[in-house]
């Protein structure tokens, strides 16, 4: 079966350092991977996806990149964190055809203080 | 027309009674409608879909109602229950497309 691993759970970070979160997926080849933002009490915001190893595509503007190195392995990353990077990140795969389920791991807690 | 609206943004209902939460979209091109359901702390994990050549689908106390002409959707929790209180977010995609675009959300609380 498939499983999606996501750490750290919760992470307190000051303004200005660098951040790198990372999810790996087991069971699986080509996921198709996602990283999204929830802020608290709202809605998903997708920040990256990708299709394959080197594939990124960015869907807002921001001080966050991401990174797939393996197939299977999706990295979120800052050089220099900013208060407003706070939130809630999560990670997601879903089959690369057919199934649309998205699959989310169990997120990480941000705080930038 | 990427957009799906959802309300209400909060609902609260008696233990036993129906939650109702509804979705709208523009785009004619979504044909996958599902509804998430995720708890305080932990990632959204799906609950329900439908595709719109049905309309409706039935799952325990969930049901999906779709109104392709209306371009709706509803998520209906029949006999609700405390531990139903979550948040449940409805989203929409292309099959041709990866991503999936969501509601803003609505925070269901179930009073015992």
């Known amino acids: 079966s498939q499983t999606i691993h996501q750490w750290p759970a919760t992470l307190v970070q000051p303004v200005g350092s660098p951040l790198s979160l990372e999810c790996t997926v087991e069971g699986t080849s080509n996921p198709n991977l996602y990283w999204y933002r929830q802020a608290a009490g709202r809605g998903l915001q997708l920040l990256f996806y990708s299709v394959g190893i080197g594939q990124i595509s960015s869907e807002v503007p921001q001080n966050l990149s991401a990174s797939r190195p393996q197939d299977r392995q999706f990295i979120l990353s800052s050089k220099k964190l900013l208060l407003s990077d706070s939130g809630f990140y999560l990670c997601?795969?879903?089959?690369?055809?057919?199934?649309?389920?998205?699959?989310f791991g169990q997120g990480t807690r941000l705080t930038v203080v | 027309q990427q957009q799906v609206k959802q309300s209400p943004q909060s609902l609260i209902v008696q233990k036993g009674g129906i939650s109702i939460i509804n979705c709208a979209y523009e785009n004619t091109a979504f044909d996958y409608f599902p509804w998430y359901q995720q708890f305080p702390g932990k990632g959204p994990a799906l609950l329900i879909a439908?595709?719109?050549d049905v309309s409706e689908k039935k799952e325990g106390r969930f049901t999906i109602s779709f109104n392709k002409s209306a371009k709706q959707f509803s998520l209906h929790i029949m006999d609700s229950q405390p531990g139903d209180s979550a948040t449940y977010f409805c989203?929409?995609?292309?099959?041709?497309?990866?991503?999936?675009?969501w509601g803003a959300g609505t925070k269901l609380i179930i009073k015992p």
């Open positions: 439908i595709r719109p």
């Open positions: 989203a929409a995609r292309r099959d041709s497309n990866y991503q999936l675009i």
């Open positions: 997601a795969w879903s089959q690369w055809e057919g199934n649309t389920e998205a699959f």
